[in-house]
Every structure is written in structure tokens, then in C-alpha cells.
Nanobody
Framework: VQLQASGGGLVQAGGSLRLSCAASGSILSLNSMAWHRQAPGKQRDMVAIITSGSITNYADSVKGRFTISRDYAKNTVYLQMNAMEPEDTAVYYC??????????????WGQGTQVTVSS
């Protein structure tokens, strides 16, 4: 199973970006799908998570600004980021848990995509 993340870039404060992370391979089912971020010199923190039943949860710092969603048919998770702030600058990683067609449970990380918000 592999993840391919995309959508990062440079945006001005107040602007928007949309991240995507697509899972491919021998996937039987996907459970939780999440986005984390890591700023320079800081630990990696969860930003948002969506369960297999589409229940969502967000870090307090992004509530009301970011929206996580998923496309079950495309095995893809999205993160719509609006009203962005310089404090959102970080490398964003997707993390997906699921089960392969062989019955193996997996939890894997995407390669990370840089998001930079200028003031």
C-alpha cells in the first residue's frame, strides 16, 4: 500500500489550499484517515482525522478553518485549509489505517508536503 500526497505550496495569510492524499495498492478497506503537521523544531501533531464512518475531529488551532473529507471510491483523503495563518506553516503528512486484501492491518504515512503561509 502506498500513499501519494499533493497540494502543498506557498500561500498568503488568509488564503486557501487543498491537500490530497491517495492510497493505492491491495486495499480491502480503509479505517481512519488523518492529517498531521510538523513545523521546524516542533513535534508532529495531528491536525484532523476522519473515521470510516465519516466522524471528524480537529485540533483546536484549526477548528472552523480546516475541513477534512474523504472519497471512499478513490481511497483519498482531503484537507481543505481556509483563512490560513503563518502558524500553519509546516510539513503536512497524511496517515491512513486499513486492511489489505491479504488481511494485514496497516498504518502508513505519506511522504509529506510543504505548506508555507506568508504574512
Amino acid at each position: 500500500v502506498q500513499l501519494q500526497a499533493s497540494g502543498g505550496g506557498l500561500v498568503q495569510a488568509g488564503g486557501s489550499l487543498r491537500l490530497s492524499c491517495a492510497a493505492s495498492g491491495s486495499i480491502l478497506s480503509l479505517n481512519s484517515m488523518a492529517w498531521h503537521r510538523q513545523a521546524p523544531g516542533k513535534q508532529r501533531d495531528m491536525v484532523a482525522i476522519i473515521t470510516s464512518g465519516s466522524i471528524t475531529n480537529y485540533a483546536d488551532s484549526v477548528k472552523g478553518r480546516f475541513t477534512i473529507s474523504r472519497d471512499y471510491a478513490k481511497n483519498t483523503v482531503y484537507l481543505q485549509m481556509n483563512a490560513m495563518e503563518p502558524e500553519d506553516t509546516a510539513v503536512y503528512y497524511c496517515n491512513i489505517e486499513g486492511r489489505t486484501t491479504l488481511g494485514t492491518v496497516f498504518a502508513i504515512w505519506g511522504q509529506g508536503t510543504q505548506v508555507t503561509v506568508s504574512s
